[in-house]
């Protein structure tokens, strides 16, 4: 099973609703964890470390390669191997603490919001919403009607994670399909204070 850090709900923790976090390329559990005082106190808080370890604290959910072009190359097969080890934990995770199965949020940035996207898709009745920062659908992804919700969004100025890269399936998603919020703003490959005020006014009209 994957490490992880974990924030319970006030008061008993089972049955509540939760939110797993799936951090990006080279970071950690402890990450996106920082959120966790900001994130509603009626949801289980629950970071996951990817099983990768690059060095120095550093990990990642799978590798990836740069070709001749210079070009950021992934292995299809190793990303989608990776997807159903997050639903094992996640499964794992919800027996453990007794959570609500009906109620699981996901909350990925960079890498973690292009396993976020492809799990829901591969597994929408495990997951009723995402918020996917910095991150896109990979093309190897077969999309249709969401059976999720979901709040994206990005920087205009990612020099990481380009936007055009970003807007070629979400913007279309969110245009054709209200589940689907998409926000751009001006900042690079992070999350800004006017993007988590925005997410967190999301998570607050979205709770069951």
């Known amino acids: 099973m994957l490490e992880y850090k974990i924030r319970p709900a006030e008061g008993d923790v089972k049955h509540k609703p939760t939110l797993f976090l799936i951090h990006g390329y080279g970071s950690n559990a402890e990450d996106l964890f920082s959120f966790a005082p900001h994130l509603p106190s009626t949801h289980t808080i629950i970071s996951l470390q990817a099983p990768l370890s690059l060095g120095y604290g550093s990990y990642a959910w799978y590798p990836l390669g740069v070709d001749a072009s210079g070009e950021v190359t992934t292995n299809v097969d190793d990303a989608w191997s990776v997807v159903d080890l997050l639903i094992e934990n996640i499964n794992f995770l919800i027996e453990k603490y007794v959570l609500n199965p009906q109620d699981i949020s996901l909350l990925g940035f960079s890498q973690g919001a292009i396993l976020s996207w492809a799990l829901a ?28 919700i979901a709040y994206a969004a990005h920087g205009i100025d990612d020099s ?49």
């Open 121 to 148: 898709f591969k597994y929408p009745e495990k997951v009723r919403r995402i918020i996917a920062l910095s991150g896109l659908i990979h093309d190897s992804i077969p999309l249709g009607k969401p059976e999720f």
């Open 160 to 208: 990481v994670i380009q936007i055009e890269r970003a807007r070629k399936h979400i913007l279309p998603l969110s245009q054709k399909y209200p589940e689907i919020e998409y926000h751009e703003f001006n900042d690079g490959h992070t999350v800004s204070q006017e993007n988590f005020t925005a997410l967190m006014q999301w998570i607050s009209k979205t709770n069951l």
